[in-house]
DNA sequence: ATGTTC
């Protein structure tokens, strides 16, 4: 990307100054080196996301920010419904509340490594991962209705897990004002037997050592210590949320119409907040947060019996759940005044400070646990929240690696079975049913995670706590 | 991301 495009505000902030249609400014966190790696897609998306109605103070891209459906990926956008602010499905992304949480073990590393290629294959055959993939539980109408308003609570309420589970995930594990009557037929079809699957593409399972520690003081309240063995899972809502993703930006897009919203992007389909497509959206929406958190919490369900099995004497507490294809309504002071905002995370973590009411009471006086998933030879990371990210980014940070090379151009780079045994060289067991997957999920395909974490954490976004290395990884 | 193009 081009920067002279940009207006320097410091070392780890780039604006676009507003021209045109842009009612705010543009701002992308990140360093002078990823900014100028980033794709010019993004510079356009972020201008583009600035036009929209109602938009509150700037339209952000985190520093992993890559080209998305009309948003990026990486972006941030908050809206005020007192304003004509909108709601657009493609700003929170087709895998409603995609997440990754991470759960500790009570195990070392070395503890793993004495039964690793057992723990590989049980977790392989008993964690349904890939395309289309299916699971043990299989869901009435009933059970799906009740699924979709009560997320990892309507888990935990049918022996998925545990209450203590519940208060380590954001929203206490269930999303208010779901409306499960607002999810078609067909999205409701497409998940009935999908529940407690890893699905594919960036998604996976995996079992991971701490292997440093940059803040004593958060590492010690998140219950992390160098040589630890955790396990952290990254999936979201399935085929439940990409139906509704698809169905409202074909709604949306007439809706933009009836409501006289010029749109620089097609892709930025959008209703008023008010309207009936945009409150009927949220309320699907919200019903896809819920299937995505009760998905999270049957698979860790799942790799509790595992591990019973292969390593009993592990006991698996959830250390945090986080979403980062959202849209949350989140009161933020504005211009020094407190403002009810309708906050656009696609492809971005929400990053609450120290004192946050919404930070579990053990966690308050640190800050949100933020949870960076890498890619699966680099390892990912464990951030905490931050005060200044609130004046910032709206509380939020970056969520991954972000890619750097297409899905198609990994393909033609590796062979599955190269990566695999390159990684199994490493000490890294990898198990997926899709060779064709592993290649595209290549680490050279991404971008350096740490580079981007080090960005979020120089730019004031979130704090570096931990970073994790994988043993084993079950990819979808 | 996705019953990898309704």
Redesign the pocket.
């Known amino acids: 990307m081009d920067i002279t495009l940009f207006k320097r505000r410091s070392d780890y902030e780039w604006e676009i100054e507003p021209t045109g249609g842009m009612r705010v400014p543009g701002v992308i966190y990140a360093s002078e080196a990823l900014v100028r790696e980033m794709d010019h897609k993004v510079y356009e998306q972020t201008v583009n996301v600035a036009a929209l109605p109602g938009i509150v103070q700037a339209s952000y891209a985190m520093p992993d920010a890559h080209w998305g459906?009309g948003f990026p990926i990486g972006g941030v956008a908050a809206f005020d419904p007192d304003e004509g602010g909108v709601v657009s499905a493609g700003g929170v992304?087709?895998?409603i509340s995609?997440g990754v949480r991470c759960l500790h073990t009570g195990l070392t590393a070395d503890d793993i490594r004495g039964v690793q290629k057992l723990l590989a294959d049980t977790l392989y055959v008993r964690i349904p991962a890939?395309?289309?993939?299916t699971g043990r539980v299989h869901l009435n109408r009933e059970e799906m209705d009740a699924m979709l308003t009560g997320g990892a609570k309507w888990a935990v309420d049918r022996g998925y897990g545990t209450a203590a589970d519940l208060d380590r995930t954001e929203e206490h594990g269930q999303m208010r004002d779901a409306r499960a009557a607002n999810v078609s037929d067909?999205a409701k079809?497409?998940?009935q037997d999908?529940m407690g699957?890893?699905?594919?593409?960036?998604?996976y399972l995996e079992v991971q050592e701490v292997r440093e520690i940059y803040d004593a003081k958060a590492a010690a309240a998140f219950g992390l210590k160098p040589g630890d063995a955790v396990v952290s899972i990254h999936?979201?809502?399935?085929?439940l949320?990409?139906?509704i993703?698809?169905e409202f930006l074909k709604k949306m897009a007439i809706a933009a119409g009836t409501y006289g919203i010029a749109l620089p992007d097609r892709e930025l389909a959008c209703a008023p907040i008010h309207s009936p497509v945009g409150e009927e959206y949220l309320g699907a929406m919200r019903a896809g947060i819920n299937c995505a958190l009760a998905n999270r919490q049957i698979l860790t369900h799942l790799v509790r019996g595992v591990f019973a099995d292969v390593l009993p004497q592990a006991r698996l507490p959830l250390l945090y759940d986080v979403s980062h294809n959202t849209c949350k309504v989140e009161e933020h002071v504005v211009d020094g005044k407190p403002r009810r905002l309708f906050v656009h995370r696609k492809g971005a973590t929400r990053a609450f400070g120290p004192g946050h009411p919404d930070v579990p009471e053990p966690l308050r006086a640190v800050g949100q646990p933020v949870l960076i998933g890498g890619s699966m030879g680099t390892g990912s990371y464990v951030l905490v929240g931050t005060k200044e990210a609130e004046a910032r980014s709206f509380s939020s940070a970056c969520h991954g690696a972000g890619?750097a090379m297409s899905?198609h151009q990994a393909y033609r780079t590796w062979k599955g079975r190269q990566v695999i045994d390159e990684l199994a060289g490493r000490g890294i067991l990898i198990r997926s049913p899709?060779s064709?997957?592993v290649a595209?999920?290549a680490p050279g395909a991404y971008k350096d995670v740490g580079a981007v974490v080090d960005a979020a954490d120089a730019a004031g976004l979130a704090r570096k706590v931990a970073r994790l290395e994988p043993l084993v990884c079950v990819k979808?």
Do not use: A
Not at 130 to 133: A, E, I, K, L, Q
């Open positions: 459906y992304g087709f895998d995609c890939g395309v289309g993939s067909r079809k497409r998940q999908e699957t890893l699905g594919s593409g960036n998604h999936c979201g809502s399935r085929g949320g990409h139906q993703g698809t890619r899905r899709s064709r997957g595209e999920e979808g």
